[in-house]
T-cell receptor, first 114, second 113 residues
Framework: GDSVTQMEGPVTLSEEACLTI???????????LFWYVQYPGEGLQLLLK?????DKGSNKGFEATYRKETTSFHLEKGSVQVSDSAVYFC?????????????FGKGTLLTVNP | NAGVTQTPKFRVLKTGQSMTLLCAQD?????MYWYRQDPGMGLRLIHY???????AKGEVPDGYNVSRLKKQNFLLGLESAAPSQTSVYFC????????????FGPGTRLTVL
């Protein structure tokens, strides 16, 4: 079945450090791919998405490139801020009959220290 | 435009008690979902609905029931709460299925003693 695997955390960085959170997927075809973010005490919200291979999604300084060759969608940011401290989830839609469901990774907790 | 709202925000139950969590969305979305979030487990789908009057089981449906009598509301019920149901519950909605963004509510933190 479809699945996503993302790097386990927690990840702790200093402000202005570079961030990469790895995400790889297993799916039939080329589904859309998503990164969601959950700030402390809140629900998840969409951070960025890519709808086809080689697309790059970007938002709030974060980027992720849909790479079909390596079945990856790694999240990157060149200079993190304290306000980026959150849990990040990689996700993809179910490619089977129930294609309105999302499969989420287990989440990666990022803490950015001043 | 409030998006997705959940009631209540916090609740403490004793084992065996029942309760209903309410989710409401004002975006005219067809699809609605209930998830639970537990440490180290990510989000797991409990039940979902693809339209008014429809419901379906997700990954972890046991011990829960749902109803979607109105398009904008999706109710999650616990008939006889158990400590294993201590979790944070999130409701979400989306305009369509494949490739469309899900919008999440702020969550309900439930503790079962």
């Amino acid at each position: 079945g479809d699945s996503v695997t993302q790097m386990e955390g927690p990840v702790t960085l200093s402000e202005e450090a570079c961030l990469t959170i790895n995400c790889t997927y297993t799916a039939t075809g080329y589904p859309s791919l998503f990164w969601y973010v959950q700030y402390p005490g809140e629900g998840l919200q969409l951070l960025l998405k890519a709808t086809k291979a080689d697309d790059k999604g970007s938002n709030k300084g974060f980027e992720a490139t849909y790479r079909k060759e390596t079945t990856s969608f790694h999240l990157e940011k060149g200079s993190v801020q304290v306000s980026d401290s959150a849990v990040y989830f990689c996700a993809l839609p179910d490619s089977g009959g129930s294609n309105y469901k999302l499969t989420f990774g287990k989440g990666t907790l990022l803490t950015v220290n001043p | 435009n409030a998006g997705v709202t959940q009631t209540p925000k916090f609740r403490v139950l004793k084992t065996g008690q029942s309760m209903t969590l309410l989710c409401a969305q004002d975006m005219n979305h067809e699809y609605m979902y209930w998830y639970r979030q537990d440490p180290g487990m990510g989000l797991r789908l409990i039940h979902y609905s693809v339209g008014e009057g429809t419901t379906a089981k997700g990954e972890v449906p046991d011990g829960y029931n749902v109803s979607r009598l109105k398009k904008q509301n999706f109710l999650l019920g616990l008939e006889s709460a158990a400590p294993s149901q201590t979790s944070v519950y999130f409701c979400a909605s989306s305009a369509s299925g494949r490739g469309y963004t899900q919008y999440f509510g702020p969550g309900t933190r439930l503790t079962v003693l």
